[in-house]
């Protein structure tokens, strides 16, 4: 392009769909569709083609559970469900085995196959009526996109040099997460409301969005200057001058109140009557760390091991966690990093084989955990080892009894004993804690403290089993009450039982992250906040701005409510004298 | 071979849970299992399948089983169907 005449101030009017103002080149995504030929096969390559397609099949997996986990953890477990389809749709047996069969059969390659087998369904699927099954047939269609990718062995087109305005005819979530690992300015798409997944998805990342725009891809080239207001649902193509000092302008404004909290980087998260107080990131994979640190975290209070098991059929052996555990104890040094030991089963992938009614209720965390003693027992001297520079600790999850950190416990000293016959040096006094994520362990919260030298509570699974409400279920998710008053009452309960009996009390789970509970946390006596990254500066702000023994007296006041609603109501009013530029969600 | 039919009774129909749902029962009898709607038959133990069917509230579905269990795989999925999936209805 470039010709002189190109080079001409265009407005595009959209959306409003995230707000925040970038400027920066123009990056045009189109979305890969693979060509696909048929080919005939030889009677010795079948075995091969057929091999192709169960690791075309595995990776896709792999890619779309580590989407949804990101997803997940980003935006909570209801958002992260736009993937799940997707991923039911891998694991249709019936679907593989009729493409085996016919790659035996009908002796053609792998790829042919399996759009020919999907275009089945799909040309069924976008002649529905339903606007639902519809878009079910774009789930079926990036599904089968994925696989094709996988099966020419290409890799995601998500790794970026450099900054850009991503600008496309529609982004997929999954496209969108896979680019927010890059540096993203801001995207721009063609279809889309304000409200869609992708919409979500951008706020959540902080990420200027603007959809609805027409013809936009068409007409932008990559390396075309563009402006994005995504508070306005403005795109400016190639601006003039007095654009662009305009919108420099409302930029710098813009970010005047990020950096008031990005300041805080380097201050202690402290009350004004100097309560300290630690101030966490969860995780759960490495890449993760460079944010971490730059958002000032005082540690890793929560790593989530499971990661480790995406996409796998078997166990990450000793050595190969030893080196992922060591990573993260040396990148966060000399912070601390708790790890939390494989919480398996319940939602979570990898108990194979395994068909239960009600998982939640079912063989999970160290109940598996304490079933598998040799898979524990590698990772427990897995994480012994990387303990070395004693800025390491172990969280058991999903504990009910005492019994159960006993059992946990011999085996940590058995770990040691293996470690100790090899020669191979240890941190002998490392911190033990586990999670108080079931009412059981709540009520014994004193007997448990006496164990362990940390407690920290999981709110997510603590308030679905108070509750008795399923977070996931959309039936039922009004009943998933973070500020319930039973479980405001349970939390000073296992605050106090834990102080009382001389250990330190973290929480870890969703409700750390949230703004609108940050005081009453506090107040509550809350020594251990462990957030999603992005929150972090933000919840500093709050600890930063209020006395502890003003958060005390809110704490009580919320203790003496009746609803969740009235709970709601107090703190919403509190925070808004306090802190009227932090957005409550 | 059994059959039976079936109305789609709860509200959101034959949406992404509910086309879990049934596959997830399907798979643990050994019988054939397949859902006529319309002039179109799919395998009922293939969530592809079933996801395909999009069948609303009130459309009537054609549930055939054949195997050694299926007496008793068509009454738990004639169950299923019956509970709305147990979704609201």
């Known amino acids: ?585 | 071979m059994i059959q039976r039919e079936v109305t789609i009774r709860n509200k959101a129909g034959l949406h992404t849970r509910p086309a879990a749902a049934i596959v997830k029962l399907a798979a643990k009898f050994k019988s054939d299992f397949y859902i006529e709607k319309d002039d179109m038959e799919i395998n009922g133990k293939s969530i592809i399948g079933v996801m395909t069917l999009a069948a609303e509230q009130g459309s009537k579905l054609l549930l055939k089983f054949d195997g050694v269990d299926e007496e008793e795989a068509c009454k738990a999925m004639v169950d299923l169907f019956e509970r709305g999936f147990d979704e609201p209805m």
């Open chain 1, 1 to 585: 392009m470039a010709t002189s005449t190109a080079i001409k101030e265009i407005r595009f009017k959209g959306i409003p769909a995230s707000p925040g103002i970038s400027i920066g080149p123009a990056y045009i995504f189109h979305k890969h569709t693979p060509s696909v030929y048929v080919r005939s096969l030889d009677q010795t390559e079948i075995d091969k083609e057929i091999e192709r397609l169960q690791k075309a099949r595995e990776r896709s997996q792999y890619e779309l559970q580590k989407i949804f986990q990101f997803a997940d953890q980003r935006l909570g477990p209801e958002q992260a469900k736009i993937f799940e389809a997707q991923l039911l749709l891998l694991e249709d047996d019936y679907l593989f085995t009729t493409i085996i069969d016919r790659i035996r059969k009908e002796k053609k390659n792998a790829d042919f196959l399996v759009r020919d087998e999907i275009e089945k369904y799909y040309r069924i699927m976008t002649g529905a009526k339903d606007e639902y099954a519809r878009e079910r047939a774009d789930d079926l269609q990036d599904v089968c996109n994925r696989i094709l990718r996988n099966l020419e062995e290409q890799k995601l087109p998500s790794k970026l040099d450099g900054s850009y305005v991503i600008i496309s005819h529609h982004l997929a979530a999954a496209d969108a997460l896979l680019f927010s690992r890059n540096d993203v300015l801001g995207y721009v798409t063609e279809l889309g409301g304000a409200t869609s997944h992708m919409a979500l998805l951008a706020r959540a990342l902080k990420i200027p969005l603007v959809v609805g725009v027409h013809q936009i891809s068409t007409i932008a080239q990559s390396n075309d200057v563009v402006i994005i207001d995504g508070s306005n649902g403005l795109v400016v193509l190639n601006p003039t001058q007095e654009t662009l000092e305009y919108f420099e302008k409302q930029k710098a404004d813009y970010e005047q109140f990020t950096q008031r909290l990005a300041k805080l980087r380097k201050e202690p998260a402290e009350t004004l009557d100097e309560r300290r107080v630690q101030l966490s990131a969860n995780i759960e994979l490495l890449e993760e760390l460079d944010f971490v640190k730059q958002q000032g975290a005082d540690g890793i209070g929560l790593y989530r091991t499971e990661s480790f098991l995406l996409g796998r059929e078997v166990f990450p052996s000793e050595d190969e966690q030893y080196e992922n555990y060591n990573r993260i104890a040396e990148a966060m040094y000399p912070k601390q990093v708790i790890i939390r030991t494989f919480d398996i089963g319940g939602d979570k992938f990898m108990a194979q084989g395994v068909k239960e009614n009600n998982p939640f209720l079912g063989w999970r965390g160290i109940r598996v955990m304490l079933d598998k003693p040799q898979i524990f027992l590698d990772q427990l001297r897995a994480i012994l080892r990387a303990s070395v520079k004693h800025n390491l600790a172990i969280m058991f999850p999903m504990v009910t009894s005492i019994k159960e950190v006993q059992l946990a416990k011999q085996l940590l000293a058995q770990a040691k004993d293996d470690l100790r016959q090899k020669g191979l040096p240890y941190d002998e006094k490392i911190q033990i804690g586990v999670m108080i994520e079931v009412p059981a362990a709540a009520a014994i919260t004193d007997h448990l403290a006496k164990e362990v030298q940390f407690l920290s509570i999981g709110t997510n699974d603590l308030i679905q089993y108070l509750l008795a409400v399923d977070r996931g279920n959309e039936i039922v998710a009004d009943l998933f009450q973070e500020f319930h008053p039973a479980v405001v009452r349970s939390l000073q309960y296992i605050i106090r039982r834990g102080k009382e009996n001389q250990v330190w009390v973290g929480m870890c789970g969703q409700m750390a992250g949230n703004p609108l509970a940050a005081m009453l946390l506090i107040g509550l006596g809350l020594d251990e906040f462990s957030v999603v990254p992005t929150v972090l500066p933000e919840i500093k702000k709050i600890i930063r701005s209020i006395h502890y023994s003003e958060a005390q007296r809110i704490a009580e006041q919320a203790l003496q409510m009746r609803s969740e609603d009235e709970i709601k109501t107090y703190l919403t009013t509190v925070m808004k004298q306090k802190f009227p530029d932090i957005p409550l969600s």
